[in-house]
Structure formats: C-alpha cells, structure tokens
Nanobody, 126 residues
Framework: QVQLVESGGGLVQAGDSLRLSCAAS????????MGWFRQAPGKEREFVGC????????AYADSVKGRFTISRDNAKNTVYLQMNSLKSEDTAVYYC???????????????????WGQGTQVTVSS
C-alpha cells in the first residue's frame, strides 16, 4: 500500500499561483499513476491531471491545461501540482490519488484510483 499526504493549500487571489505537494510513503516502488482531483461544494469530484510515475507522462483536464503543471521529485517521493493564473472556479478541495497502472485504466475516473490523500483546501478570491 501507499500513503498520501497533501499540503500547500490556502487562500489566494485570482491570478496568483500556488503549489500543492503530495508526499507518498509505503510501497513507492510500483508503477503508479498519480492523479490530482478536486471537489467544489455541491459538485462531483473532478479530474485535474495525472502523472505516470515511471516515465513522467502527464495528462490534464481541459479546464486547467496550460495553467497547471504536475511534476515529481523522485528523491522525496513527492508529486507536485503547480497552479498558475488561478481563477475563482478553481476553488475546491484538492486530492492526491494513486493507482497501480493497469491496461484499461481510466486515468480521469476517480473510481479507478486505489489510494487517496486527505485533501487540501484551495480558495481563490476574485
């Protein structure tokens, strides 16, 4: 198993930047897909982006493409979500998730992820 802990959330103004971190511990030697999801009040959890641990391939939701970037630090077993040009509609609880990669996995589907962090609140004021 792998344990995930997010950090870095906070209150920022529209147009600002923020970087979230997701520290992984436990079985980190597997080919995980590391996903970022978010959930705003009254809305369903939605895919933000993901990174394939082996190979560093990334994918993003259209709503954040060009503004958000996912990266990793192997030495720290940490994945980052760099968020630039934040908008009020980015306000949500952001979750880090991990899944053992398998053929047919739907990386944008929260149900396909096995492990979740506790979430961190991001609030963007307009």
């Amino acid at each position: 198993q792998v344990q995930l802990v997010e950090s870095g959330g906070g209150l920022v103004q529209a147009g600002d930047s923020l970087r979230l971190s997701c520290a992984a511990s436990g079985r980190t030697d597997r080919n995980y897909v590391m996903g970022w999801f978010r959930q705003a009040p009254g809305k369903e959890r939605e895919f933000v982006g993901c990174l394939f641990w082996f190979g560093s391939i990334t994918a993003y939701a259209d709503s954040v493409k060009g503004r958000f970037t996912i990266s990793r630090d192997n030495a720290k077993n940490t994945v980052y979500l760099q968020m630039n040009s934040l908008k009020s509609e980015d306000t949500a609880v952001y979750y880090c998730a991990a899944a053992d990669w398998r053929v047919g996995m739907r990386v944008s589907t929260s149900g396909d992820y096995n492990y979740w962090g506790q979430g961190t609140q991001v609030t963007v004021s307009s």
